[in-house]
């Protein structure tokens, strides 16, 4: 500091502008300076192997920085040395699309570009942006940019809003596709064909408020070796601290926490258990069934939907029932299920529900009696609480209050029971009666656990504090 304070006047004014233009060169090239975290780096390096990705995160936690900064490579050409994802070595044509103009300007527009006024601070150096667009009506707001690649071309990325319409995502052709936060079905149908000739890619960045939406369930139920979700929660933000995670995990509403601070879909007001996971959960692995604890199944016949079948056991002494496993197939006999459930636990009592009565066309054999002939362990009568009535409602709210009253535990591992837990909901107050296979098995069970038993003793009512 002594050395520059005896520098003459001129040579002082040479060096604080030397100084200026090196932090206004840092500030309009971050692309250079871009460092992904761990979970950022997996979505990034799964472009290179797949054509669909979905970095499904909280709020937050750096899901639209992650992708804005990948868009900004692919436009320019401009690549870290250590970039393990996809490349282009000539121009593209990306489309970066949001829920409304004003959310693009506000989130995409904003980090590759920069706000109104501050150009070229993004993700796109601001070297290499050589035109822009306005959108008309959205101050602020921008239709396309032209860049500069490394190649000696132009790149295009074009703004786009759901709010457009599916015909407004017709027609072009491109070689990326960034919906930021969750679109329609029909508009991600629509920009995933616009990057078929191209052998171009999707990905995708959002916190899933819509809850197990149709989008949703592609990636995390309809399996392909060219689609791929990363999950991103707030413990993969490392911008954070650990109070200030305590602190915002702490500021949602129950139902939204995990949706908004671990990327798993929202339970969504219309939840028929709005309650939180980690509030039901348990560690199997940690925790074996003593033997004591009586034990019951329940099932739920199907064809072209599953045949499901859930395990219980019942701690007597605390009133505290515990799901530790389930089962969930389609399409098959039940002398292939009753092999599934008899290798639980032949002794084991199963609960069934009133369509077991229901008469086979082809034998005249009631289903319930098919199972019993497999060696199942079937109940003599179907499932009915201990006064007679079988509504879902009733079982339902059975089962809300146990949880909410810490007497129903699921086992963390059964991923097939969560994915409907998390998607049942309810429209104009009546519960949707879909992907609720393995719930119903739970439901049944729960209503006939009067039957449970141990091993080596003969299944009979048993009588508790709390009975219905």
């Given at each position: ?6 520098l ?6 040479e ?5 200026e ?9 971050r692309?250079?300076t ?5 979970k950022q780096?997996e ?19 750096g899901?639209t920085?992650?992708?804005?900064f990948e ?5 320019t050409?401009?690549y870290?040395d250590d970039?393990?994802?996809?490349r ?7 489309w ?8 693009s ?10 706000r109104?006024?501050e150009?070229?601070i ?7 942006i ?5 959108y008309?009506n959205?101050?602020?707001a921008?239709?396309?940019?032209w ?13 786009k809003?759901y709010?457009?319409?599916r015909?407004?995502?017709q027609g ?5 596709f960034w919906?930021?936060?969750e679109?329609?079905?029909d508009?991600y ?14 990905m995708?960045?959002f ?18 070796p ?10 993969d ?7 200030e995670?305590d602190?915002?995990?702490a500021?949602?509403?129950e139902h939204?926490?995990?949706a ?19 509030k ?23 064809w072209?939907?599953p ?5 219980l ?11 530790y496993?389930?089962y ?10 009753a ?5 639980r636990?032949d002794?084991?009592?199963v ?14 054999e009631?289903?319930?009696?098919q ?7 079937m109940?003599?009568?179907r499932?009915?609480f ?6 879902v409602?009733a079982?339902?709210m059975?089962?809300l209050?146990r ?6 535990k ?10 409907e837990?998390r ?10 009666k879909?992907n609720d296979?393995?719930i119903?098995?739970v ?20 009588k508790?504090k709390?009975a219905?």
């Amino acid at each position: 500091m002594q050395a520059i304070a005896g520098l003459p006047v001129a040579q002082k004014r040479e060096l604080v502008a030397l100084l200026e233009e090196r932090e206004r060169r840092k500030r309009t090239n971050r692309l250079a300076t871009y460092r992904p975290y761990p979970k950022q780096a997996e979505f990034h390096a799964l472009g290179a192997t797949v054509r669909e990705r979905l970095l499904m995160a909280g709020n937050q936690l750096g899901k639209t920085w992650s992708a804005g900064f990948e868009a900004a490579m692919h436009a320019t050409g401009l690549y870290p040395d250590d970039w393990q994802g996809r490349r282009w070595d000539r121009p593209t044509v990306g489309w970066a699309a949001s829920e409304t103009m004003e959310v693009s300007r506000d989130a995409g527009q904003r980090i590759l570009l920069g706000r109104e006024g501050e150009r070229g601070i993004g993700a796109i150096p601001e070297s290499c942006i050589l035109d822009v667009a306005r959108y008309p009506n959205v101050r602020g707001a921008i239709s396309q940019a032209w860049v500069r690649h490394v190649s000696g071309g132009q790149s295009l990325i074009i703004f786009k809003s759901y709010d457009q319409g599916r015909r407004k995502f017709q027609g072009d052709t491109i070689d990326w596709f960034w919906p930021d936060e969750e679109p329609p079905e029909d508009i991600y149908s629509e920009g995933l064909t616009r990057t078929n000739a191209t052998g171009g890619m999707v990905m995708m960045t959002f916190t899933p408020l819509l809850g197990m939406s149709r989008v949703v369930q592609r990636f995390l139920k309809e399996k392909s070796p060219d689609r791929a979700v990363v999950q991103m929660g707030i413990k993969d933000a490392l911008h954070y601290t650990q109070e200030e995670r305590d602190r915002i995990i702490a500021s949602y509403p129950e139902h939204e926490r995990e949706a908004r601070t671990q990327g798993l879909p929202m339970l969504g007001e219309g939840a028929v258990f709005p309650i939180a996971r980690e509030k039901v959960a348990y560690d199997a692995g940690s925790m074996p069934i003593p033997d004591h604890w009586p034990r019951i199944c329940g099932i739920d016949f199907g064809w072209d939907h599953p045949t499901a079948a859930a395990w219980l056991a019942w701690d007597r002494d605390a009133d505290v029932i515990y799901v530790y496993d389930c089962y969930a197939q389609t399409k098959q006999t039940p002398v292939f299920h009753a092999a599934a459930i008899k290798g639980r636990g032949d002794w084991i009592p199963v609960a069934w529900p009133h369509d077991g009565l229901q008469h086979d066309k082809g034998s005249g054999e009631q289903l319930a009696d098919q199972y019993r002939a497999q060696g199942l362990e079937m109940l003599p009568e179907r499932a009915t609480f201990d006064d007679g009535s079988n509504g879902v409602e009733a079982g339902v709210m059975e089962m809300l209050d146990r949880m909410q009253t810490g007497r129903l535990k699921i086992a963390s591992h059964l991923e097939p029971l969560w994915d409907e837990i998390r998607g049942y909901h309810r429209e104009k107050g009546r519960i949707v009666k879909i992907n609720d296979d393995i719930i119903s098995a739970v439901r049944y069970a729960l209503m006939m656990i009067r039957h449970a038993k141990v091993p080596g003793r003969k299944a009979g009512a048993i009588k508790f504090k709390g009975a219905w």
